[in-house]
């Protein structure tokens, strides 16, 4: 809403006289000749052109309004170009925004009025001028119409203003910009001299424009604009339209705003020769040539002349914090391979990630990225936090295991700059580093998509060597990190890019965050099941793996989307699932066995030792990692025993309280682990923090006592090899059904839930103070794990109220440790002898029903020894990963290791060729060597970066790793 305020206040309010002269001026720009006739067309769903119904057309009257937010509607524009006018400018007006056509479908042109923050004043006010063939003295064009909304509110409605056929004073045109760009400058500027003379020019020039002497207007600002700027200072611009991939339109939107924003930018193109478009999302550009083939067309036209920059390797600008380490590396491989493919770039020509509007960016990324190609960084979003200020704009960053990569955040704090001299200057006052003399202003209306307009261009090019502004060059974006990694950069941040705002989107849409575990996980188990049986799953995956990484956009997965986009986000979870549960039914078919009994399936790279019930019998199995054993019927366990209010299995053994929670958790050697109290299940108020509450936590919830939710009803019982109380906790709103189960020879406590949630603007939380805590948490993030304070000592620790961990998280002093971990939760609070699960929230924007309903998942715990996080690892993989079970399933290890802290986490076909892929990755942040047994048919095996590129020799009975080292091997021949 920045923008906003600097627009509405900065010109109408502080400069009331300037923004009415400017508002006169914009008068005299266009002057109507003939008005158009229009018809329309109804539908909630878009109708493809080919498909439209020609006389189902109705006749459409200025200042109609048609429908609500995302209704559609086809607009039919006719009419004549009186005799005698030249250069005739075809006027369109409409509330919201439009793909416009030729009669014969061909897209020729984009409109949006939609307000967007930054907006500065249009020349033609609600009207657009659209490019169409008039050269025939008639006019006809067909425009495809929505409207989605103001800014970040569902409100207004859709609306046709008018069309007409005008024509422009050039004259006019150019000085409501050259006044434009110099009252912002007055207004921006802490030189008094240099407002003096700029107000007395805009003074001099309207006094002569009001005259109607427009000649004489533009000659008394002519001094004002030609005075160069004295700054050596320099922002490289590149025009950008980020667009959201779903958010607060649904992804059939989405497609229509790309298709909008390409042609706009290819149309600037065709008419500025110095203009850069960047555009970064190939999930964004595969539509176009699914959809818009002769667009499509225009973009490879655009990019092979160098006019056009593809930026970034993504699929998709994913959330960084959410999806699994596997699932960005896919990131990588899908959108690198398409843009290879595509638009036959370089590996140098994809050195960038763009990634400014993700929220947070994990400790383990810069790996990540310089093991798919890319070294440099471009984000603004750090400039969002709520307490710190980042201290860089310009910094290596260095990740867990050492690797770095080259970041530069646009110092203006905005991936929507508007191009105006007050972000200019604000840039380079807001900027640590403005010493390096150079910067990158990324500008255009996003978000929403739009890019550069009308606006954004007239303004920028004044801007070029103005007296009180840094210049300003066309560049791309890869040219400006070119020159920057000339530099010395001095300064470097080790460790995750924590953003202090946003922490609600770990665990808002907890359905969207459970299918991701659980679709991940399918995921995995397909590619390994198929290298085991021969099967070539590329072709059957594809598909899935991109509907997969579409989720994993950064305003679906963190649940900051309405409640279309996330229904529609299960709705696609739930059939990848299906199918994927189809085709893993038929590789488990195929797998060696012997007769028809019962075997147990392991697909992680840790030997199992377990008990799994089958129909109503149960079993015990030993499985090696990636391997099939048998099934043995298990034996009673006289040590699985219970009383009114406790639980026992020899190794542990749990009493519980009146409101449920653990107060006592003894193990075999009597060591207390419960401390203050384990899983006790509170509600605490969670109010809505303006505009973001899908998005923010309101961190004073912490000083307030929440309401433990009260015991109703609660029974115990041996179900075979374990022992079980379930337990129900009841309140007005919300229901919990909890099952708390330890299992036969295992010193985890795990807790099946569901919950029946109505609660608005609350938050349930499972909360633990354990007996072992330390001043740090050990949370699992990709490939590894990071080491966050659990003290507030600053204002950086305090900051930090809420950490995003996977599967575990974990704390430890002397004495020993305790894990707490889960199959699908997100949010974290490990603060002062707490750690907290975050388990739902029930916010009310933008989906008014966020979290409602039934949710089903599972947490555990367990205790373990100094030193023995290897043990933590490896139950986080069992709690989500559990075998499968199948008829006479018998094979043995397909890969597995001697050093208990390397992870095979991945079992797949190689991308390209007939072979196999392995990727390792050292997991307890420490130097190891270890061997490698596989087999698998190889005469090969060579090491690899994450795109598969191989880099030398394996010697898979010595493999070294550093700390938390990824390690991708190729099995060929």
């Known amino acids: 809403m920045a923008g906003f305020a600097s627009w509405l206040f900065g010109l109408s309010v502080q400069q009331p006289t300037e923004y009415r002269h400017l508002m006169r001026i914009r008068h005299a720009v266009f002057t109507p000749v003939a008005s158009l006739h229009a018809e329309i067309v109804r539908s909630a769903e878009p109708i493809p052109f080919d498909e439209l119904d020609r006389d189902a057309f109705a006749p459409l009257s200025a200042g109609t309004g048609w429908g609500r937010t995302f209704d559609c509607a086809w607009l039919?524009?006719?009419?004549?170009?009186?005799?005698?006018?030249?250069?005739?400018?075809?006027?369109?007006?409409?509330?919201?925004?439009?793909?416009?056509?030729?009669?014969?479908?061909?897209?020729?042109?984009?409109?949006?009025?939609?307000?967007?923050?930054?907006?500065?004043?249009?020349?033609?006010?609600?009207?657009?001028?659209?490019?169409?063939d008039t050269s025939t003295g008639a006019v006809e064009f067909y425009a495809d119409v929505t409207y989605n909304g103001f800014i970040l509110y569902e409100f207004g409605r859709p609306a046709f203003h008018g069309a007409y056929v005008a024509t422009r004073d050039e004259e006019v045109y150019a000085l409501y910009y050259d006044y434009l760009t110099l009252v912002v400058l007055a207004g921006a500027t802490d030189d008094a001299q240099l407002e003096g003379d700029l107000r007395l020019a805009l003074g001099d020039c309207y006094a002569r424009f009001s005259a109607g002497d427009v000649t004489g207007a533009r000659a008394a600002l002519a001094d004002s604009l030609s005075a160069t700027s004295e700054s050596d200072f320099v922002y490289s611009a590149v025009g950008h339209g980020h667009l959201d991939m779903a958010w607060l339109w649904p992804l059939r939107e989405t497609r229509r705003k790309a298709a909008r924003t390409?042609?706009?930018?290819?149309?600037?193109?065709?008419?500025?020769?110095?203009?850069?478009?960047?555009?970064?999302?190939?999930?964004?550009?595969?539509?176009?040539?699914?959809?818009?083939?002769?667009?499509?067309?225009?973009?490879?036209?655009?990019?092979?002349?160098?006019r056009m920059e593809l930026q970034g390797s993504f699929w998709v600008e994913p959330d960084t914090n959410l999806p699994s380490g596997e699932s960005l590396v896919r990131q990588a491989l899908v959108g690198r391979r398409f843009l290879q493919q595509e638009f036959e770039l370089t590996d140098d020509q994809l050195r960038l990630c763009w990634l400014p509007d993700t929220f947070g960016y994990n400790g383990n990324?810069?790996?990540?990225?310089?093991?798919?190609?890319?070294?440099?960084?471009?984000?603004?979003?750090?400039?969002?936090?709520?307490?710190?200020?980042?201290?860089?704009?310009?910094?290596?960053?260095?990740?867990?295991?050492?690797?770095?990569?080259?970041?530069?955040?646009?110092?203006?704090?905005?991936?929507?700059?508007?191009?105006?001299?007050?972000?200019?200057l604000t840039g380079v006052e807001n900027y640590p580093e403005r010493d390096l003399g150079t910067a990158l202003l990324v500008y255009g209306s996003g978000d929403g998509g739009g890019g550069p307009g009308e606006i954004h261009h007239e303004v920028t090019e004044r801007e070029r060597d103005l007296r009180g502004l840094p210049r300003v060059e066309h560049s791309t974006a890869s040219a400006f990190f070119r020159e920057l990694e000339k530099r010395e950069i001095e300064h470097t941040h080790t460790g995750?890019?924590?953003?202090?705002?946003?922490?609600?989107?770990?665990?808002?849409?907890?359905?969207?965050?459970?299918?991701?575990?659980?679709?991940?996980?399918?995921?995995?188990?397909?590619?390994?099941?198929?290298?085991?049986?021969?099967?070539?799953?590329?072709?059957?995956?594809?598909?899935?793996?991109?509907?997969?990484?579409?989720?994993?956009?950064?305003?679906?997965?963190?649940?900051?989307?309405?409640?279309?986009?996330?229904?529609?986000?299960?709705?696609?979870?739930?059939?990848?699932?299906?199918?994927?549960?189809?085709?893993?039914?038929?590789?488990?078919?195929?797998?060696?066995?012997?007769?028809?009994?019962?075997?147990?399936?392991?697909?992680?790279?840790?030997?199992?030792?377990?008990?799994?019930?089958?129909?109503?019998?149960?079993?015990?199995?030993?499985?090696?990692?990636?391997?099939?054993?048998?099934?043995t019927p298990a034996a009673h366990d006289p040590a699985l025993t219970y009383t009114?209010?406790?639980?026992?299995?020899?190794?542990?053994?749990?009493?519980?309280?009146?409101?449920?929670?653990?107060?006592?958790?003894?193990?075999?050697?009597?060591?207390?682990?419960?401390g203050a109290g384990l899983n006790r299940l509170v509600v605490h108020k969670d109010p809505y923090v303006w505009p973001f509450n899908a998005w923010d936590i309101d961190p004073g919830y912490t000083t307030k006592t929440p309401r433990t939710l009260r015991l109703t009803e609660s029974s115990s019982e041996v179900d075979g090899s374990t022992v079980v109380r379930r337990q129900v906790f009841r309140a007005r709103t919300v229901t919990v059904v909890q099952r708390v189960i330890l299992e036969a020879g295992s010193d985890v406590v795990r807790f099946d839930t569901e919950v029946d949630w109505k609660e608005r603007h609350r938050m349930l939380r499972a909360e633990f103070r354990p007996e072992r805590y330390g001043d740090t948490a050990l949370c699992e993030i990709q490939f590894g794990h990071i080491a966050?304070?659990?003290?507030?000592?600053?204002?950086?620790?305090?900051?930090?109220?809420?950490?995003?961990?996977?599967?575990?998280?974990?704390?430890?002093?002397?004495?020993?440790?305790?894990?707490?971990?889960?199959?699908?939760?997100?949010?974290h609070r490990a603060k002062n002898g707490l750690l907290s699960l975050n388990l739902l929230r029930a916010p009310t924007f933008p989906d008014k029903t966020a979290d409602r309903g039934i949710?089903?998942?599972?947490?555990?715990?367990?205790?373990?020894?100094?030193?023995?996080?290897?043990?933590?690892?490896?139950?986080?993989?069992?709690?989500?990963?559990?075998?499968?079970?199948?008829?006479?399933?018998?094979?043995?290890?397909?890969?597995?290791?001697?050093?208990?802290?390397?992870?095979?986490?991945?079992?797949?076909?190689?991308?390209?060729?007939?072979?196999?892929?392995?990727?390792?990755?050292?997991?307890?942040?420490?130097?190891?060597?270890?061997a490698l047994r596989v087999d698998l048919p190889h005469r090969t095996a060579r090491l690899t970066d994450l795109l598969e590129r191989p880099t030398g020799e394996a010697d898979l009975g010595r493999l070294e790793f550093g700390p938390f080292q990824i390690m991708t091997i190729l099995l060929e021949g």
Request: contains cysteine.
């Open 496 to 631: 995750e890019l924590y953003l202090e705002t946003h922490q609600g989107t770990y665990t808002t849409q907890a359905q969207i965050k459970r299918h991701n575990r659980l679709v991940e996980r399918k995921l995995h188990e397909a590619e390994a099941l198929a290298v085991i049986v021969g099967d070539d799953s590329r072709p059957v995956l594809e598909q899935h793996w991109r509907d997969v990484l579409l989720n994993q956009f950064h305003d679906i997965i963190p649940g900051s989307s309405i409640a279309r986009v996330n229904r529609e986000a299960i709705e696609t979870y739930e059939r990848v699932e299906t199918a994927l549960d189809g085709y893993a039914g038929e590789l488990v078919a195929r797998l060696p066995g012997v007769g028809d009994a019962p075997g147990a399936i392991n697909l992680t790279g840790f030997p199992r030792r377990e008990s799994v019930k089958v129909g109503d019998g149960w079993f015990d199995v030993a499985v090696p990692p990636y391997a099939a054993a048998a099934l």
């Open 855 to 930: 949710h089903r998942f599972t947490y555990a715990f367990c205790p373990f020894e100094t030193g023995d996080l290897a043990k933590v690892v490896r139950e986080g993989y069992r709690l989500n990963n559990p075998l499968l079970v199948a008829d006479g399933a018998r094979f043995d290890s397909v890969a597995s290791v001697d050093d208990p802290g390397i992870v095979i986490e991945t079992v797949k076909r190689a991308e390209h060729g007939d072979g196999v892929v392995l990727r390792l990755y050292e997991s307890l942040g420490r130097a190891t060597t270890t």
């Open 644 to 674: 009114d209010d406790s639980l026992g299995n020899g190794e542990l053994t749990l009493r519980f309280g009146a409101s449920g929670e653990i107060v006592s958790c003894l193990d075999r050697a009597g060591v207390e682990h419960a």
């Open 76 to 132: 039919r524009v006719s009419g004549e170009i009186p005799a005698g006018v030249s250069d005739p400018v075809v006027m369109l007006g409409i509330r919201g925004e439009g793909l416009v056509h030729s009669p014969e479908g061909e897209i020729v042109d984009s409109v949006s009025t939609v307000f967007q923050q930054g907006d500065l004043p249009h020349s033609g006010g609600k009207y657009r001028p659209v490019r169409v």
């Open 365 to 424: 990324l810069p790996q990540i990225l310089r093991g798919t190609g890319m070294d440099w960084f471009q984000t603004i979003k750090l400039a969002w936090n709520k307490v710190n200020d980042f201290p860089h704009r310009t910094f290596t960053w260095q990740g867990i295991d050492g690797s770095t990569v080259l970041v530069h955040m646009p110092p203006e704090g905005d991936y929507n700059s508007r191009g105006a001299a007050d972000g200019l």
């Open 262 to 306: 390409y042609v706009r930018a290819l149309n600037t193109l065709d008419r500025r020769p110095d203009y850069v478009y960047g555009t970064s999302q190939p999930q964004q550009m595969h539509w176009m040539k699914q959809r818009h083939p002769a667009l499509y067309a225009r973009m490879k036209q655009a990019v092979a002349g160098g």
């Open 788 to 827: 966050r304070p659990t003290t507030e000592r600053d204002a950086v620790e305090k900051a930090q109220f809420e950490v995003c961990a996977h599967k575990w998280i974990a704390t430890e002093n002397g004495q020993g440790g305790f894990a707490l971990l889960n199959d699908g939760k997100y949010g």
